[in-house]
């Protein structure tokens, strides 16, 4: 009885260890989702309130582009009773990234990473202090924070070069500032207002007016006059007046926004762990029920009834959820900083920022922590509580009556979730987002369904798997196999909980190949180009067009732009609306049509862009003339020979005779014109792409040279090849993907843990067959073996699984997304088989320890059941 | 039946004594026993519970170590073999029949029968092998798993198995008390018959005087020690003497 004791005791110890664990890393990963979004709102509330310290009222303009913040409004404002001050500033709000210095080293600060931030030094301000050197004074001076100081090298006193909207531009550093409200990460530079209204090409305007109140006046009246002072000749407001609250609300609900995406994302993939763990925790409560069926028996035997031995259960998972939740709580905090940690490593700066656990955040912990255990104790506990008092003599219940339940559930719900997929996909629904909602949920369903279907396949799926493994280490191999296929509820439904991860991994994978194989195809088919110069920014200077066409070592050369354009038979105009918002409608019936409008240098396109012309010529383009994808073409019920005119945001016209039409989607936009007409619609003058051929004769590594030559003096612009251009945009489909598998390696390493348990409670459940192997001659090392690799078919066959569907998804995705985005599906083999694999082997490490604990075991009292 | 004229001895112990615990609670399981067992020898060891029968067996066959003293199997000194030499002897030169569980789940009746030859990656003595499953009768049921055979059909498996790598010598521990009085006349004629047609060494636990009957000597354990033994014995001498015991 001692034994038996011991060994209930010994179960008990590691079910505990191990449902703890699982809870408390499900709790923590929730917890962090709420902690790292606190954290960073935090962080950037102290900084907006830290910005606008001093500044009672600030002025900024509706239409910055059309009818900006001029220094006559400063003008205006004198007399209004209330002003103590009032300052023009540039915050440079919206031109993130715009001005950058270059450093010692000829490179620009990368911009895959925290922005850099440039505003106008005020003297006058009580929150920017000088903390080396001096502030800027005249001209082509700048001031830095001090820890990108440190981090980019530059050096207080020096001249750096600058890439600004205005070109080259040259300022010397003379001092670092701060204000109480840095955070890390962004680059921080100010210069004097005309400065940087030069370096931005602002012209006259500014951005804002910071007014300081003189405390006579209540600020609301303040802001209703400076309304009324600058709103007067206006038919709608041209700016908006803002208090400090209203300021600090306003900057801060831009980055919460942000930061409640990314806590969403974070808590999703949590939720998903979660959903993995709780599967897990029934699997492990039920093995321990069956296990102590012949105790509960005797209880029921001596007088507990049913609903005793079911509140038993219960408590014992309220105690653990209660217990998993206070470790979760501070294991939420540990896991905040690893996945920032993790995220920081992938190459996404996310500044640091004091773990903040609000008692929302508490609350959450405990309500999914005990919520989630007794969830999962539930069937188990029901199924003990049902246990006939008879089993305490025969030992057990031998109820071999296994419903179908499952399956006929398990049916229903494949069934539910495909036809949710069939509804995404045949539905006819117009967006996107009404194809991939349903199809989504769709999927999510169908992996539901093939959870409680798993049974049916892991048997089959494991002896297949199973005999290589058999040829390979002969009976151990054969032993592991049988162990793996003995019990295919168990066997599918922990293989299941690693299917799942799998299959977001190798949909990921699917999705990721798929847009780099249409990238390709693009560039293959309508990029023909031998290189390429690219901006995030959209701000390539006109000069790099003409560098690279004077340059005797290419051919053809153009440069390409585009602009959101709306094409109707009225006139647009912009109308205030209560809001105080301007919108921009059309009038009378015809409502415009949205398409891009994107310009090419006609004559120079050959050899460089494919775009696919059906009818007409494209170099008998004219300032008077268009080309029209097919797909515009057809919605507007235009061919060639008709006119159309474009409307652009100043609701100025364009009549445009229709010359060509052609196929290309994703290169062309939907409305082509010249780059005269292109200029006098669209105020951008900067190009977005220039696409250059090697000229005839040259030697590519000749053309490479000339080419990087060129695009040494653009830092930060890419100047690539075809093939680096090709391998940048691989590239950040990698990162993305490589994002996503992260935040997904916690859900399979619950999965992992999960078969750790699993296997070790099969362990203890074999253990007199383990010691009659051992009794008729198999060494420690068979054992361990048979044990191992029953671990790696379990992992095998939830992999495999996971693929399938993984794939299946993805292609499905892919088929419900629109061909002009994306036209093909690529399924990448290798990774996902490679992935297949290392869930596989990692499924041998979850054994590991069981394997060690079953070989390590005495014969004889492994033969007695010990 | 005895064998006659030279007895080699197929397993033995010198001075073999096992102590659990110490001091106070010291209990000698074995006190010295000297005995051995010869080839081609069906031996019984009976006593009452406690009296370290089964730790004798379990000693002898290598699944347990002694405090002092020494086991010999065949040649071999058990107590010099290290814990892998000591599972490849059980492999090899040792057959174990036990009173349940005695056969693995997922295997058929024949691939639990060549399972410690497998284990071995040795192919099975086809002969031998077809002798033995034609011995067990059991020719049409090899290919069922052990929950689809009688309890008498797993234990003639498990017999089958014990035989088929032609050990030294076969431990049983209650082979037939799990089982009704005519199916476990079979399993003890099946087990006689072995000795008889293949020469085989057994050494059998029971406490069962007429599963004792079948062997050709039976020795009687008292506290750790060997206090009788029987030579060609019958279940009336057998009761006899352990009435003289329990009487003494």
């Not at chain 1, 585009?562 to 009225?570: E, I, Q, R, S, T």
């Not at chain 2, 090899?92 to 569980?101: D, E, L, N, R, W």
């Not at chain 2, 020469?199 to 009788?228: C, E, N, W």
Request: contains cysteine.
């Amino acid at each position: 009885m001692l034994k038996l004791a011991l060994k209930n005791l010994a179960a008990g110890k590691i079910r505990l260890f191990l449902t703890t664990l699982l809870i408390v890393v499900g709790v923590g990963f929730v917890c962090s989702s709420f902690i790292l979004r606190d954290g960073l709102k935090d962080v950037f509330a102290n900084l907006a309130e830290e910005v606008v310290q001093g500044v009672d009222v600030g002025v900024s303009a509706f239409d910055p582009e059309s009818d900006p913040i001029v220094e006559a409004d400063l003008a205006l404002l004198d007399g209004i009773e209330g002003i103590d001050r009032a300052e023009l500033s540039i915050t440079g709000e919206g031109q993130e990234n715009r001005i950058q210095p270059i450093k010692a080293d000829g490179t620009t600060i990368t911009l895959q990473g925290p922005p850099q931030l440039a505003f106008s030094w005020s003297d006058e301000s009580d929150v920017l202090s000088i903390v080396e050197g001096r502030a800027p004074a005249g001209p082509d001076e700048w001031v830095t924070d001090p820890s990108s100081l440190v981090e980019h090298g530059f050096v207080v006193g020096d001249v750096y070069d600058f890439i600004t909207p205005s070109g080259r531009q040259q300022a010397t550093l003379v001092g670092t500032y701060t204000f109480n409200g840095f955070i890390e990460g962004p680059t921080y530079m100010s210069m004097t207002i005309d400065t940087l209204q030069d370096y931005l090409e602002y012209g006259d305007r500014y951005d804002a007016i910071a007014v300081v109140s003189d405390g006579s006046v209540p600020v609301p009246e303040l802001i209703t006059s400076i309304e009324s002072a600058l709103n007067n000749n206006s038919d709608f407001p041209r700016v908006l007046v803002q208090s400090q609250e209203e300021l600090i609300a306003d900057t801060t609900a831009e980055f919460n926004q942000v930061f409640d995406i990314i806590g969403g994302i974070l808590l999703g993939f949590a939720l998903l762990s979660l959903f993995v763990s709780i599967i897990i925790i029934i699997i492990i409560f039920a093995i321990s029920i069956q296990q102590r069926t012949r105790e509960i028996g005797l209880m029921r035997a001596i007088g507990a009834t049913p609903g005793q031995i079911l509140r038993s259960v219960l408590a014992e998972s309220f105690i653990i959820g209660l217990l998993s939740s206070i470790l979760g709580i501070a294991a939420g905090a540990l896991i905040t900083l690893a996945i920032r940690a993790a995220l920081n490593a992938a190459g996404l700066g996310i500044p640091s920022f004091s773990l903040v656990i609000k008692p929302l955040t508490i609350f959450l912990a405990f309500l999914v922590g005990i919520g989630v255990t007794m969830l999962a104790a539930i069937f188990p506990a029901i199924i003990a509580s049902r246990v006939s008092p008879i089993t305490a003599i025969t030992g057990s219940s031998d109820k071999k009556e296994r419903s179908n339940v499952r399956y006929i559930l398990g049916a229903v719900v494949t069934c539910i979730g495909i036809g949710l997929m069939s509804i995404g996909l045949f539905g006819g629904a117009d967006t996107v987002t009404g194809v991939l909602v349903p199809l989504g949920s769709g999927a999510a369903t169908t992996v539901i369904g093939i959870l409680l279907l798993s049974p049916l396949v892991a048997g089959p799926l494991s002896n297949a798997l199973g005999t290589p493994l058999q040829a390979i280490l002969k009976t151990p191999g054969r032993l592991a196999k049988d162990n793996a296929a003995r019990n295919p509820r168990r066997t599918g439904t922990i293989a299941s909980v690693l299917m799942i991860g799998l299959t977001a991994v190798s949909m990921v994978f699917v999705l990721g190949a798929s847009f780099t194989a249409e990238f390709d195809r693009i560039l293959n088919t309508s990029v023909q180009g031998d290189y390429l110069v690219t901006s995030d920014q959209a701000d390539i200077p006109s000069e790099v067009v003409e560098l690279i066409a004077q340059d005797d070592a290419f051919g053809n050369v153009t440069a390409v732009k585009y602009w959101g354009v709306n094409l109707a038979n009225k006139p647009v105009v912009r109308e205030p609306s209560d809001n105080g918002e301007i919108s921009f409608t059309t009038t009378g019936q015809e409502i415009g049509y949205d398409s891009d409008l994107a310009a090419f240098e006609y004559d120079q396109i050959e050899g460089l862009f494919n775009l696919s012309v059906t009818d007409g010529q494209l170099t008998d383009m004219t300032n008077d003339t268009t080309a029209l994808r097919d797909t515009v073409a057809e919605d507007l019920g235009l061919g060639i020979g008709d006119t159309i005119t474009v409307y652009l945001s100043d609701g100025s016209p364009a009549d445009l005779d229709i010359i060509a039409i052609f196929e290309e989607a994703q290169v062309a936009a939907g409305v082509l014109v010249t780059f005269d007409r292109f200029s006098e619609l669209s105020p951008q003058q900067t190009s977005d792409w220039v696409a250059a051929k090697r000229a005839d004769g040259v030697s590519v590594e000749a053309a490479d040279a000339a080419f990087d030559e060129i695009g040494l003096d653009y830092p930060n612009l890419a100047f690539q090849s075809s093939a680096e251009f090709r391998q940048s945009f691989s590239d950040q489909i990698n990162f993305i993907t490589r994002i996503i598998t992260i935040l997904l390696t916690l859900t399979i390493l619950v999965a992992l843990v999960g078969i750790l348990a699993t296997v070790a409670l099969s362990v203890f459940e074999r253990i007199r067959e383990i010691g009659l192997l051992r009794a008729v001659g198999s060494t420690r090392r068979q054992v361990f073996t048979i044990v191992l690799w029953e671990g790696a078919i379990i992992c095998a066959v939830g992999a495999i699984l996971g693929a399938i569907l993984g794939v299946g998804f993805g292609a499905l995705i892919l088929t419900a997304i629109p061909g002009e985005i994306i036209s093909q599906i690529a399924i990448p083999w290798v990774p996902i088989i490679v992935m297949v694999l290392i869930s596989s082997f990692l499924g041998l490490l979850a054994a590991f320890l069981p394997a060690t604990w079953a070989s390590s075991r005495n014969v004889l009292q492994a033969i007695s059941g010990g | 039946m005895s064998a006659q004229g030279i007895q080699l001895a197929a397993a033995g112990t010198i001075e073999a004594s096992k102590i659990y615990g110490s001091g106070d609670t010291e209990v000698r399981a074995l006190d010295g026993v000297t005995v051995s067992f010869h080839q081609g020898q069906f031996t019984a060891i009976m006593g009452p519970s406690g009296s370290g029968k089964s730790t004798l067996m379990h000693c002898l066959a290598g699944l347990d170590r002694l405090t002092s003293g020494h086991v010999m199997v065949g040649e071999t000194n058990l107590g010099e073999l290290s814990e892998k030499e000591l599972t490849l002897l059980r492999r090899t030169k040792i057959g174990f029949v036990f009173q349940a569980f005695n056969l693995i789940p997922t295997l058929t009746a024949i691939e639990n029968i060549t399972l410690p030859l497998d284990l071995g990656k040795n192919s099975p003595d086809k002969e031998l092998l077809n002798e033995v499953v034609t011995a067990v009768g059991l020719a049409d049921r090899l290919s069922h798993k052990p929950n689809e055979l009688s309890g008498g059909q797993q234990q003639r498996v498990a017999v089958a198995r014990a035989l088929a790598s032609r050990p030294d010598v076969i431990f049983a521990d209650e082979p037939t008390g799990n089982l009704d009085s005519q199916t476990g006349a079979e399993i003890l004629s099946f087990m006689r018959r072995a000795v008889d047609e293949f020469g085989q060494t057994i050494v059998m636990v029971t406490h069962d005087p007429v599963a004792a009957a079948y062997a050709d000597r039976v020795l009687f354990l008292a506290d750790g020690k060997i206090v009788s033994e029987l030579e060609n014995p019958t279940t009336d001498l057998i009761l006899e003497r352990l009435r003289a015991a329990t009487n003494g």
